[in-house]
């Protein structure tokens, strides 16, 4: 039997999900074809990210019972394979006793992420086992670092420890990525080294993550941290309940009783807004807001309209794509605030609806605060009403039901926006604009996050940095970093020890510090995306998932999938849900099939030679 050899970079879930589609479709290879996977990843098998040796505290930020890797019903969820497997939650923590003790992991559950890599790596463990004969696997706890491509159409794939595979077929899935430095970065690095002599808790932190390096911070010391997403929310969590804290009581009476072993957190970002919380789900497992409005087929026809009107069939999202998804949003709002089922012929947006539906994108619309107590008691206010809207429920609660039309209706996102659908401008202000505020409203954390973040405001440990529009600023006078906010009172300026940043990186080939994307781009294997003269990010891809050269040709035998290809696609991180359509699931099975296909074509060209009396290998077709 013949082995091709296939390298799967990155099994994370998305080469976990690599993994799964070629055991499925194994079936389909030729009669005297096997495959050998060889799968690089220095981590646990799917755990990628979701280290299951990371602290019990980081939490997931999606309900568990619609997380799973099999979107087909075919194997447990996230939240039915932690009850099969015994875990139980005591208060916040989940052990698993295989007993009575506790409660049952129930169907509304944030599990912590150590759990979801345990469940990944039990999938990957049964997907192993579940592959044929002919399929075999080699785990290399190694990473990528280079690919070279042979004038045979084959790659060689070079480790960091020097080993060397040479490969047939090559999928990349690297997941999340660092940057290079900013000369922001250097700026605040080098400040925080040239300064220590005077203020020894000096520090600037450019990633959170791993969040082990947190504790290097000294307790009694002044943080502050840039964001207030999820990414915040577990600089928070890490700094408190890792500091040894505690959480007592629960909703509005939650109290933080400190350890003594904590900073004290500043909080701040560019426009200093939280990240709203998830509604109660009242939808079930696999309900989901049914677009009327915003749908594909909605999107197809504007670029139909627009080619009629300019020739053209690049959308802008502004004018033509927003006023679906607003529609879309007010219908759902409407349906929830009268708790009836409303003919979509007989719906148009109000202005009324309108104007409470800007509201909630954008907040600070129109407002001015005289000073930093000012916008504190607008921020808590804006937090406290958030949250009673997210315990009324995202079926019941017209501005959680509005929000959550956006995380349902991601396939006319995807319609709109994937493979430079949008004009170059209208891409770049929809990432710089819309993106941020759709995570903001509709991806945010579970609420007790949010009712931790008040107990914290409560309890001193955590603040306000600022305000809206506030900005960093080095104090060599005071050794310390200040965040300057101008207010109409004047300005104000909190100054602190150390600096983090509580983001993730958005991966730009260009300035990214993964020596293989730097090597790849060098040997011209892949490119950065653009949209005309706008980089948004991500590798450039068809729709094949297969990575463009710099000469502008699509590698055959290569295909990239995930948070590389953000950009070209969009809103690639979302782990599949049960009983769901998953666009994860869709560019797996898109990938491998691809990969068949190439196989069966190749095998045919070598039965055709055979007749001939060619050579029995195998060779390489386009």
Request: hydrophobic letters at 35%; proline letters at 8%; aromatic letters at 8%.
């Amino acid at each position: 039997m013949t082995a091709l050899q296939v390298s799967i970079v990155g099994v994370g879930p998305r080469g976990l999900s690599i993994l799964q589609r070629i055991s499925e479709l194994a079936d389909r290879l030729p009669e005297g074809c096997g495959l050998d996977l060889h799968l690089i990843d220095p981590g646990d098998g799917g755990q990628g990210t979701h280290s299951a040796r990371q602290p019990g505290h980081l939490l997931t930020n999606t309900v568990a019972s619609q997380v799973t890797m099999f979107a087909d019903g075919r194997g447990p969820s996230f939240t039915e394979w932690a009850a099969d497997s015994g875990y139980r939650e005591f208060g916040a923590e989940f052990y698993p006793t295989g007993g009575d003790a506790g409660q049952p992991v129930g169907e509304h559950a944030y599990l912590p992420r150590q759990l979801l890599g345990r469940y990944l790596s039990w999938v990957f463990d049964r997907t192993v086992r579940s592959l044929p004969p002919r399929v075999r696997v080699v785990h290399h706890r190694d990473r990528a670092v280079d690919i070279e491509a042979r004038e045979d159409g084959r790659f060689v794939v070079h480790l960091a420890k020097g080993f060397v595979l040479p490969s047939d077929y090559v999928f990349l899935a690297t997941g999340h990525c660092e940057r290079l430095p900013t000369e922001e970065d250097r700026a605040y690095d080098e400040f925080a080294r040239t300064n220590t002599d005077r203020n020894p808790r000096l520090g600037y932190c450019p990633t959170p993550y791993p969040v082990d390096r947190l504790q290097e911070i000294a307790p009694g010391s002044s943080v502050a941290v840039q964001g207030f997403g999820l990414t915040a929310h577990d600089v928070v969590s890490e700094l408190t309940v890792g500091r040894g804290g505690r959480f007592h009581g629960s909703g509005p009476d939650m109290e933080y009783r400190p350890s003594g072993r904590e900073p004290r957190i500043r909080l701040f970002s560019r426009q200093c807004l939280p990240f709203s919380a998830r509604g109660v789900n009242q939808k079930g497992l696999t309900g989901q807001h049914r677009a009327r409005f915003f749908t594909k087929e909605a999107v197809r026809r504007l670029k139909e309209q627009a080619v009629d009107r300019r020739n053209d069939p690049r959308l802008d999202f502004e004018e033509e794509v927003l006023p679906l998804l607003l529609r879309e949003m007010g219908y759902a709002y409407r349906t929830a605030r009268e708790q009836r089922p409303i003919p979509p012929e007989e719906y148009d947006l109000t202005p009324a609806e309108r104007r409470a539906i800007e509201a909630v994108i954008d907040p600070l619309s129109g407002r001015e605060f005289a000073n930093q107590d000012a916008f504190t008691r607008f921020f808590v206010d804006y937090v406290v009403s958030d949250l009673e809207h997210a315990e009324i429920g995202n079926a019941t609660s017209p501005v959680k039901a509005a929000t959550d039309v956006i995380r349902d209706t991601r396939a006319g996102l995807r319609e709109a926006v994937e493979f430079s659908r949008l004009t170059p401008e209208s891409h770049r202000k929809f990432n710089a604009t819309y993106v941020p505020m759709m995570n903001r409203v509709s991806f945010g954390p579970p609420r007790h996050r949010n009712h931790q973040l008040l107990a914290l405001l409560r309890a001193g440990v955590v603040d306000l940095a600022g305000g809206p529009g506030c900005r960093v600023v080095l104090d060599r006078e005071a050794a310390r970093f200040a965040i300057r906010t101008d207010y109409p009172d004047g300005p104000q300026t909190c100054h602190a020890d150390v600096l983090v940043i509580a983001r993730l990186d958005s991966l730009h080939p260009e300035r990214d510090k993964s020596p293989l994307i730097g090597n790849l781009l060098a040997r011209g294997l892949v490119r950065p995306y653009a949209n005309g003269p706008f980089k948004p990010g991500g590798i450039d891809i068809d729709e094949r998932g297969r990575p463009i050269t710099a000469a502008g040709e699509p590698l055959r035998t290569a295909w990239a999938v995930g948070y590389l290809v953000e950009g070209p696609q969009f809103y690639t991180h979302a782990l599949p849900r049960q009983g769901m359509a998953s666009q994860f699931t869709l560019d797996a099975e898109t990938t491998v099939r691809d990969m068949i296909a190439h196989i069966r074509r190749r095998y045919d060209v070598t039965r055709e030679e055979e007749h001939a009396g060619a050579d029995r290998k195998p060779v390489s077709v386009p």
